[in-house]
Each structure stands twice: as C-alpha cells, then as structure tokens.
C-alpha cells in the first residue's frame, strides 16, 4: 500500500481501498453463505441417518410398531369436582370415535374419591390388564393413585384441572340446590334451599365452611390417611410434589382452551382436533351452574382469613405458575391469538456411521 501511495493518484488510491473492502465483504458473505450450507448439509445427512436407524429399528424389532406402542397407552383424569370436568370429558367423548380410542367412566359409590385397598387392586389391574379397552381414557372424581405400589412397571398419563378454591366452592354450592343446564331435569341433593351462598357464610352454615375448601390438595395428594386431615402441611407438599413429578399436564379451569391445545399438541393420539372442537363446538363447553350469585367482597375477604383458604390457594397458585411456565415455553402470541411452537431441536453427530 506504501508504494500505490506513491505512484497512484489519491482518487485512485481511494478507489482501491473501497474495491478492497467490497471484496473483502463479499469473501466473507461466501464464506458465511458456504458456512450455512455446509450446517444444512450435515442436518439433512442427520435426518437421514436418523431415519435409517429407525427403519433398521423396525425391520430388526417389529412387535415394537409406534402405532402399537400408541395403542397401549392410558390416560387417566381424576376429575376434582366444579372445575370444568364435564366441559373436558365431553370433548374426549366427541373426539373418541374419530381418534379411536375408548373413554370410561369411574363410577364410585356415592362419589367417594377414596377407594378401598381392594377396589385400588381390582383398579390397577382393569386399568393395565384391559387390552380390549386400550389406547383408553379413564375419568372419575378419585383421588390420585400409585399405580407402582401394585408393581405395575407402564402407569397411565395423569392429567387433571384445578380452579380458584373459593370459585369452585361457590360453584358447587349452588350446584347442589340448582344443578346445572347439563341435565337441568335432575333433582339435587340441597334442592329447594334458597339461601345464597352469602347467607350461608354469614349464618357460619356448612355447606360453605372454610372446611368445605379442603378438596383440591387431597385429591393430588391422593389415598394417605394425612391427605384427607384438613389443614395438613404434608399434605400439601405431597400434592405439589405428586402434581410436578406424576402428571403430564395440570389446567387452570380459567383458562382451558390453552390446556386443551397442549393436550392436542402433546398427545395428538387422543386430541387431535379438541381445540377446534372446543372453540366452535355447540354443547361441549357449554356446562354452566345454574342461579349461580357471586359472592360479595365481604364474604371472599371472610374466607381468606381461613388458613385452609391460604394452603388451597397456596396450591392453586402453585399449579397456576406451573401451568404457565409449560405454556410459555410451548407457544406464542400473535394477534392475540396462541400459536403453538413448531419442533424446536434435531439430532445431529450420529455414532457409529451407517456403511
């Protein structure tokens, strides 16, 4: 550059230096450009190493089909109560003939969520046993239990929703003298008292005591003596622990369309189609207690000071960061409406080679 500076002209020394640069930044462009191809290149060779392993896989284990393995699974939702179940089942049971699966009912006597030992056996061996009624979706309001305690080496999927405690409460206390536009024919139980939920809680009456509230943690605690002690810490922690670790998905009643679409996007098997069912669907979230009255501040503000309110809210407020954690990592917004993330990873670096 000392001797174009002497010999060349100061416009033409510029001149060079920018053709210098230009080129300089086209090398660099190739070489990101050959960078790229070569990324692309080796993916391609990945997937299709991939795909030779796992049709090798398949011709060497042919009992061992995905769709088989799809077939044998089970789902089961113990459904806590006035938290939008109905809503949900409806849609597996829309859904089931089209997807071919089975759905069944767990019918308990008089709705009790616990089971004895001998119905939890009888339970866990229908469940895993039943190859007739398999892939299956099993729902019932029973409280959570260890399949792996009866040495069963697959347990089924568990999934459930959980809603606001006192909104739930309040639902199911006008459930039980109203019912619902479900079966509006239906006599309830409390049919015919007229005493709204604020009444109840002014008078101290039960149906509405702070005791009442206590249903959520025991039914993910599940059939331990400790679950079913109103106001048990354990009880709470073994629920949390039990939500995390056994079940693939908890709902937040409040916002279930988007537990229903990352149902469709985990396990399309069973819900392929649920979300678009939901949306324009004509009766299967339409679900809605009757002569429901909202509560006043004063009576929301009386069951708050109950420590049973704090630990059921505690829980619900756990479930509720959990469940939107998974959702913030499984989709995106755009014109306010959600869409779910395309596949996000590859497999690359595949050993030994395939001659």
């Known amino acids: 550059m000392g001797l174009l500076r002497i010999i060349m002209p100061p416009k033409l020394q510029l001149l060079a230096v920018v053709a210098f640069v230009i080129a300089m930044l086209f090398l660099e462009n190739q070489v990101q450009k050959l960078e790229e191809s070569r990324g692309k290149l080796e993916r391609a060779i990945a997937r299709h ?42 849609i597996a049971y829309d859904l089931c003939a089209k997807n071919k699966y089975h759905v069944l009912h767990i ?24 190859k007739e009624m398999k892939p299956g979706f099993y729902h019932g309001h029973v409280a959570y239990l260890d399949f792996t305690k009866y040495g069963v080496k697959k347990k089924p999927i568990y999934v459930n929703v959980i809603r ?14 109203f019912g619902d536009d479900y079966r509006p024919g239906l006599k309830r ?3 015919g008292d007229k005493k709204t939920f604020d ?16 249903l959520q943690i025991p039914f993910f605690c599940g059939h331990s003596s400790e679950c079913w002690n109103v106001g048990s810490k ?17 709902g937040i009643t409040e916002e ?7 149902l469709e996007a985990a396990l399309p098997r069973f819900f392929r189609g649920a ?13 809605k207690t009757t002569e429901k009255k909202l509560p006043t501040k004063e009576t929301i503000a009386r069951l708050q000071l109950s420590e049973i309110w704090k630990m059921e809210n505690e829980f619900y407020e756990f479930a509720l960061e959990q469940f939107q954690f998974i959702r913030a990592h499984a989709v995106r917004e755009k014109d306010g409406e959600l869409y779910l993330l395309s596949k996000s990873f590859f497999y690359e670096k595949i050993y030994p080679k395939i001659n």
């Open 49 to 90: 190493e991939v795909r030779e392993i796992e049709q090798r896989h398949t011709m060497d284990n042919p009992r061992q089909d995905v769709g088989e393995e799809l077939d044998d699974i089970i789902i089961l939702y113990n459904r806590v109560p006035k938290t939008a179940s109905t809503s949900f089942t409806n």
């Open 107 to 130: 019918n308990t006597t008089k709705n009790n969520p616990v089971m004895s030992l001998q119905d939890q056996a009888r339970f866990v061996k229908n469940v895993t046993t039943w």
């Open 164 to 177: 606001d405690p006192i909104e739930r409460l309040v639902s199911y206390y006008y459930f039980l003298r």
């Open 189 to 191: 139980r409390k049919q």
């Open 199 to 214: 009444e109840c809680v002014a008078a101290g009456g039960s149906d509405c005591a702070p005791e009442k509230l206590w």
């Open 234 to 250: 354990w009880a709470l922690e073994q629920a949390k622990y039990n939500l995390v670790n056994e079940y693939l998905l908890v």
């Open 256 to 262: 279930l369309e988007d537990f229903i679409m990352l």
């Open 275 to 287: 979300t678009e069912l939901y949306r324009t669907g004509k009766k299967s979230h339409l679900r």
